[in-house]
T-cell receptor, first 112, second 111 residues
């Protein structure tokens, strides 16, 4: 799996958009970008994933650059409950038969 | 609620003892993954089962073992426990889109 690089920490104001970057310059053509988050000591929560097109769901938007070497997770209106560690993971999508390897992620602090 | 159930939620035991953690994935999910998260540490992949067979192994100690049963629930057995085994243990099931759904974890404290 391609390696990812994320800033160790970020912060944003409540109500504003949180833009979390991820670098994955060695990504291969059939690898997907997945985002998860972990709030305090809860189980990691799936957020969104994509291959090359931008994706949006009820939680967030995922913007993948045209060369696929980086991506940005956007939380459009961050709330205090979005304070968490966010993980960007690159992996092959194989009908859930492929393990996920977590890095150290980005610790996002949403300020009141 | 991810639909993945883990028991027990909390467990306190002594060094040298053996414990079993249980995981029930979502209905229809064939994969089960186990992860360990020590205090202030990242999520470490331990082992994966797919439809009853071991599929991938990570940094799992020889004192630890796991299995997946015909009804697809899984158990993680931790033996000869040491203080350093104190951690959160997460199990996850696999979604059809490749996403994983995690349980709320079992917090193990070894005294």
């Amino acid at each position: 799996d391609a390696k990812t690089t994320q800033p160790p920490s970020m912060d944003c104001a409540e109500g504003r958009a949180a833009n979390l970057p991820c670098n994955h310059s060695t990504i291969s053509g059939n690898e997907y970008v997945y985002w998860y988050r972990q709030i305090h000591s809860q189980g990691p929560q799936y957020i969104i994933h994509g291959l090359k097109n931008n994706e949006t769901n009820e939680m967030a938007s995922l913007i993948i650059t045209e060369d696929r070497k980086s991506s940005t997770l956007i939380l459009p209106h961050a709330t205090l409950r979005d304070t968490a560690v966010y993980y960007c993971i690159v992996r092959l999508r194989r009908d859930s038969s492929y393990k996920l390897i977590f890095g150290s992620g980005t610790r996002l602090l949403v300020r009141p | 609620d991810s639909g993945v159930t883990q028991t027990p939620k909390h467990l306190i035991t002594a060094t040298g003892q053996r414990v079993t953690l249980r995981c029930s994935p979502r209905s229809g999910d064939l994969s089960v993954y186990w992860y360990q998260q020590s205090l202030d540490q990242g999520l470490q992949f331990l082992i994966q089962y797919y439809n009853g067979e071991e599929r991938a192994k990570g940094n799992i100690l020889e004192r630890f073992s796991a299995q997946q049963f015909p009804d697809l629930h899984s158990e993680l057995n931790l033996s000869s426990l040491e203080l350093g085994d104190s951690a959160l243990y997460f199990c996850a099931g696999g979604g059809k889109g490749g996403e994983l759904f995690f349980g709320e974890g079992s917090r193990l404290t070894v005294l």
